[in-house]
């Protein structure tokens, strides 16, 4: 398949969009046409490394969200425009975005990396 050329793609209906989201993504929601979720941060610093993240995810996959960012979070918006609705090219970057940005290597797995101290000067996200 060509670079420019575009398959058809399923789009999701909204029960089975909250069916979706509820099974493997329980912190993003539905709403007017997007799924979404915002990442509290607790600072500009952890909200510009948060938007870096989830741009440099998105362009690689190229596939852009819509970003609304402010001192403390960032919401991320994804919705598949050429397809005019939520496929899943959105559920797998959600995916990949929530697997990244929320990653803590003291809790999720055995080894050298310790993870951000708890120290609020140095804690830059809000794990829920």
Same mark, same amino acid.
């Given at each position: ?5 575009? &398959?058809?793609?399923?789009? $999701?209906?909204e ?22 979720? *915002? $990442?509290?941060?607790?600072?500009? &610093?952890?909200?510009?490394m948060?938007?870096? *993240? ?13 970003? =609304?960012?402010? $001192?403390? #979070?960032?919401?991320?918006? +994804? ?5 005019k609705?939520?496929? %899943?090219? %959105? #559920? ?6 929530? @697997?990244?940005? =929320?990653?803590?290597?003291? +809790? %999720? ?6 993870? *951000?101290? @708890? %120290?609020?000067? #140095?804690? $830059?996200?809000?794990?829920?």
């Amino acid at each position: 398949m060509a670079w420019r050329e575009r &398959k058809s793609e399923k789009v $999701y209906s909204e029960p089975e969009i909250e069916e979706k989201l509820a099974a493997s993504l329980p912190k993003w929601s539905y709403k007017e046409g997007w799924i979404r979720r *915002t $990442y509290k941060t607790t600072g500009w &610093k952890g909200t510009l490394m948060v938007v870096n *993240t989830v741009g440099h995810l998105a362009e690689a996959a190229w596939h852009h969200p819509d970003l =609304t960012v402010s $001192y403390a #979070f960032v919401t991320v918006k +994804l919705q598949n425009h050429a397809a005019k609705g939520i496929t %899943d090219k %959105d #559920f797998e970057l959600a995916h990949k975005i929530e @697997e990244v940005v =929320t990653w803590q290597p003291a +809790l %999720d797995e055995a080894g050298a990396l310790e993870g *951000t101290p @708890e %120290d609020p000067r #140095f804690k $830059y996200l809000k794990y829920d």
